[in-house]
């Protein structure tokens, strides 16, 4: 330490004064010194005031300039040290250095850049501010091709200091993308794939642009997927494709990616480590078989890749996904489910799986989460089931594969997801008037249906309950199901549902409601009243926004409830006269015409 403080005090003595030998033997006690112990050193060094005559050090022609840089870069691995070093100036005379021909001086000044960059708001716009960015990238283009190890060396420094110099930093990364760096960065992961140090700072720098929106075109117009399977199929250490794996996840959110990936040999991948894994209870596997089977239903969301795995429900990674629901892998199970829901997204994909057996599988699995279920798989084999009722040819028939009764098992669920999809699947089963009258007699259901109707923390399931509710009627036309549901107290949830900011079902709303006023206006009368059904009408007549089905519905609910004594005597009192006759002249026919009718109806009657 004597030796430093030496060294710290000749340096400061004017350079005319000093020769270069004195000069070089007092930068490597520095070095020996941060090598020993480079905080305390570091410490010394910015007590010492010097770091200010670094800047004057670092020129091109010197003999000492490498020595300085690495003094610099030694000295930014403290983060105490990295605001110092930009107030003293080095960050121009630094970029200056990256036009050097010297590799060791470009080795050095790289190190030295990153460093002060990582982690470091003021570092990093300092070297933004001197340019220094586009002249790495100018040299990563330009030594991309040279395998010498000196030269990886170098290239692996230079992707280091992109990385600390724009990672986190959303502007900085888009500004590196506009400069070009992605196929850059690809080739150089084609043409460097032997050499560890580098695959993997191309592989962080990878992470970190992928998560931007932006960066998705670029890689998609290289041959990245190709790339990071080849280098996948390489790897046997978890860590290293776990690190691949933290590069395809955000790439694989784009389809033109995920068709890329698929194409290029990924999904034979995936399934391999699927069946290494199945049956290892050790950590690493455990989640190496997660993120391969998450990654294989994020590959299945783009409808090109899904279509082209899917070959018509003949292809051999559906079949193999299949396979997944019976297992005894919970993992498995909510992947295999999840991929079904995700290949049952055109009528074609779900008539044949419908055709094929599927639901019954999906009703098996359904069946073992019944009692304190794994919730995540109750909500995917949910869900895939509700994809599956979407193409009318297959109601009748999941119905008659008792898809409601197993569905209903679930009724007594607390948790809000599986909630919502068992709603969902529900109303995509009813169109059919059978099916409809036979759930809207269940007591129980519609029970738990006025309650979820009240859910207001939970908006979707709020949203299906009042919309199966309104379905019920709706489909079943049916008196005993009105009489259910007033029993059970729905009534002024449709009446609320009317009022929604969805013109759907708002529509869904007037129409089950007029079917009431139709059939069983007795004992719906006294809901009605108090739900201020007739108030909200003359609301929703008045207002110019209504849509023209609002309107017309509206109208033609008015004329249903003029068989209650006590509910036409409010429509007299709000005047609807007033409102109605105005819009006999609406742009739209069906609404004037009912406008004429209506209007008819409200004076016979007065």
């Not at 992947?335 to 995700?342: C, E, K, Q, T, V």
């Not at 089905?549 to 609807?576: H, P, R, T």
Request: hydrophobic share 45%; proline share 2%; charged share 20%.
């Amino acid at each position: 330490m004597d030796n430093l403080s030496d060294a710290l005090k000749k340096l400061t003595i004017p350079a005319a004064d000093r020769t270069e030998g004195s000069l070089e033997g007092c930068l490597d006690c520095l070095l020996q010194a941060l090598a020993q112990n480079n905080t305390e050193t570091s410490e010394k060094i910015q007590g010492s005031g010097i770091l200010q005559l670094f800047a004057n050090l670092l020129t091109p022609q010197a003999s000492c300039t490498a020595k300085v840089a690495n003094i610099i870069a030694e000295v930014a691995k403290n983060e105490f040290m990295r605001i110092p070093c930009v107030d003293a100036g080095l960050i121009s005379p630094l970029v200056q250095l990256l036009n050097s021909k010297d590799q060791e001086v470009l080795l050095q000044t790289g190190r030295a850049l990153g460093n002060i960059c990582y982690d470091s708001h003021e570092g990093r716009s300092a070297v933004d501010h001197a340019g220094g960015a586009q002249i790495v990238i100018d040299h990563l283009r330009s030594l991309c091709s040279r395998t010498d190890p000196a030269n990886e060396k170098l290239l692996t420094v230079f992707c280091g200091m992109l990385m600390n110099y724009s990672n986190e930093n959303d502007s900085l990364q888009a500004q590196l993308i506009n400069m070009g760096v992605i196929p850059t960065l690809v080739k150089l992961l084609g043409i460097h794939c032997q050499n560890a140090a580098l695959t993997e700072m191309c592989l962080v720098a990878f992470g970190n642009l992928a998560e931007l929106e932006s960066s998705k075109e670029q890689f998609a117009s290289t041959n990245i997927a190709e790339e990071l399977v080849k280098l996948f199929k390489k790897q046997i250490e978890h860590d290293k494709r776990e690190m691949i794996f933290e590069v395809l996840a955000p790439l694989a959110e784009n389809d033109a990616i995920k068709l890329q990936l698929v194409e290029a040999g990924l999904v034979e991948c995936l399934l391999e480590i699927v069946q290494q894994k199945v049956d290892s209870n050790k950590e690493d596997d455990v989640a190496e078989l997660k993120t391969a089977s998450d990654l294989m239903v994020l590959l299945l969301l783009g409808d090109e890749s899904m279509q082209k795995l899917f070959e018509g429900g003949k292809g051999s990674v559906f079949q193999r996904v299949l396979s997944w629901i019976p297992s005894n892998n919970h993992q498995l199970q909510l992947a295999g489910a999840l991929a079904i829901a995700n290949f049952a997204r055109n009528d074609g994909n779900c008539i044949h799986m419908v055709d094929n057996g599927i639901v019954e599988k999906l009703m098996d699995l359904l069946d073992r989460h019944v009692e304190d279920g794994n919730v995540t798989v109750q909500h995917a084999a949910l869900s895939a089931l509700r994809n599956l009722a979407i193409p009318v040819v297959n109601k009748a028939k999941m119905l008659s594969a008792g898809v409601t009764e197993t569905v209903l098992k679930f009724l007594k669920s607390e948790m809000p997801p599986v909630q919502f999809k068992l709603l969902g699947t529900l109303r995509m089963l009813i169109d059919a008037q059978e099916a409809a009258e036979q759930l809207g007699k269940n007591a129980k259901l519609v029970e738990r249906l006025v309650e979820w109707c009240e859910a207001k923390e939970h908006a979707g399931v709020m949203g299906e309950s009042n919309r199966l509710l309104s379905a019920l009627i709706r489909h079943s036309k049916s008196k005993d199901v009105i009489k259910t549901i007033v029993q059970s107290g729905g009534i002024k949830h449709l009446v609320t549902m009317a009022t929604s900011e969805h013109v759907i079902m708002q529509n869904e709303a007037l129409v089950a409601l007029a079917l009431i006023a139709a059939l069983e206006l007795g004992p719906a009368e006294k809901d009605l009243t108090s739900a201020q059904l007739v108030q909200i009408l003359h609301r929703l007549l008045a207002d110019e926004r209504s849509a023209p089905e609002i309107k017309y519905n509206s109208m033609v609910l008015i004329c249903a409830l003029m068989g209650s004594e006590s509910l036409y005597k409010e429509v007299q009192d709000l005047a609807f006269l007033d409102v109605v006759s105005k819009l006999r002249s609406h742009e739209n026919k069906s609404v004037a015409q009912q406008a004429s009718l209506t209007e008819q109806r409200l004076t016979v009657e007065s």
